[in-house]
């Protein structure tokens, strides 16, 4: 069966703004932070490739049982292309490129250049997707990036670092951003909940050449590392990426990129309370900069004509709420 629900239908509250979407990214946002504490653990016990296969498997098998639960079935043909584009380079190559270039640089080079893929999502989403770079989106990005830049120098020294990390982090970087690009028209022709489900299956898929070294390290494995792993699969993964293509669906791929630049700040704050690891307070300052610099993007920029007129929205906001109507007609 196939169905096909219909893209940002949600009906906004009283005030005329729809609060699930903000909601749900920063649901995805305070997930994906969790992530880097939880990589800790089971990055001790568990290879780049393994760990990604594991947690996909986890992540497949909750959404799976979510969607058959649900009964939405399979979504439309037209979304076939964004999933397995998305499910390859961001569910599959970017975990595993992660997980190998963190082993290899310290946390202060990939937290930069990770942080390049924001930027690649908004240039890309401008290029293919016709979505417009706001002033305010691009003054947000510049303050969150310096941020990410402050707390990656804050952390730099705490590992060794490598041409090969560097390299591999760049490649994370754009694979996030083609996979965000990628989804982003899936979303309009299927549920978060369908376009996140088989793209985890696609990406698991990708890994199954790692199902070997995923066995014979989960022999060895101390039950937290294992746990953790796990974790990575059903909340940061299967969760985590359901509530970020929701909040995608309804708003730019740009604006849901800058938003993963308070990421930096909150993992900080996380390795404080879990990990007994006091901030320095340049990282501090950092993770300020990166919630600044979220706050702008993410705002509601607004512009006057003549300079007395009624407040309009700006273009990109304009675009989002122009697209909606024309669903909600249909």
């Given amino acids: 069966m196939t169905t096909t629900p219909r893209p940002g239908s949600g009906a906004p509250g009283a005030s005329g703004h729809d609060w699930r979407a903000p909601a749900a990214a920063c649901t995805t946002v305070i997930l994906w932070a969790s992530a880097f504490v939880s990589i800790r653990t089971a990055g001790e016990a568990y290879s780049p490739g393994a760990l990604a296969l594991g947690r996909l498997l986890a992540g ?17 043909r037209a979304a076939w292309p964004g999933i397995a584009a998305s499910g390859l380079l961001w569910f599959g190559l970017y975990m595993v490129v992660l997980n190998w270039g963190e082993q290899q640089v310290d ?3 990939a937290a930069m ?18 979505e417009g770079l706001p002033r305010r989106l691009l003054i947000g990005m510049g303050v969150s990036f310096a941020g990410a830049a402050v707390v990656g120098l804050s952390m730099s020294g705490h590992g060794g670092s490598s041409v090969l990390g560097v390299v591999l982090c760049l490649v994370a970087a754009v694979a996030y951003a083609g996979g965000v690009v990628s989804q982003k028209p899936a ?11 088989f793209g985890c299956l696609t990406g698991t898929v990708a890994c ?15 039950v937290s590392a294992t746990l953790n792993m796990v974790y990575l699969g059903v909340f940061p993964t299967a969760l985590a990426f359901t509530t970020w293509a929701y909040a995608l669906s309804r708003t730019t791929a740009g604006r849901m990129g800058a938003t993963t630049y308070a990421v930096p700040a909150l993992v900080v704050l996380m390795s404080w309370l ?30 006057r004509r003549g300079g007395t007129g009624p407040v309009v929205p700006e273009p990109e906001q304009a675009t989002v709420e122009a697209g909606q109507a024309r669903v909600e007609r249909r």
Avoid: K, M, W, Y
């Fill in 107 to 109: 946390a202060g080079t």
């Fill in 208 to 222: 199954l050449p790692f199902t070997g070294a995923l066995l014979s390290e989960a022999a060895a494995a101390p």
């Fill in 60 to 76: 497949s098998l909750a959404l799976g049982t979510i969607l058959l639960v649900r009964r939405e079935g399979l979504p439309a």
């Fill in 113 to 130: 250049v990770v942080n390049i893929g924001p930027i690649l999502i908004a240039l890309l989403g401008a290029g293919l997707l016709g």
């Fill in 187 to 197: 979303l309009r022709h299927g549920s978060a909940l369908q376009i996140t489900t």
């Fill in 274 to 303: 879990l990990l007994d690891e006091v901030p320095a307070p340049l990282a501090v300052a950092g993770g300020l900069l990166c919630l600044a610099g979220v706050a702008v993007s993410r705002g509601r920029g607004t512009a």
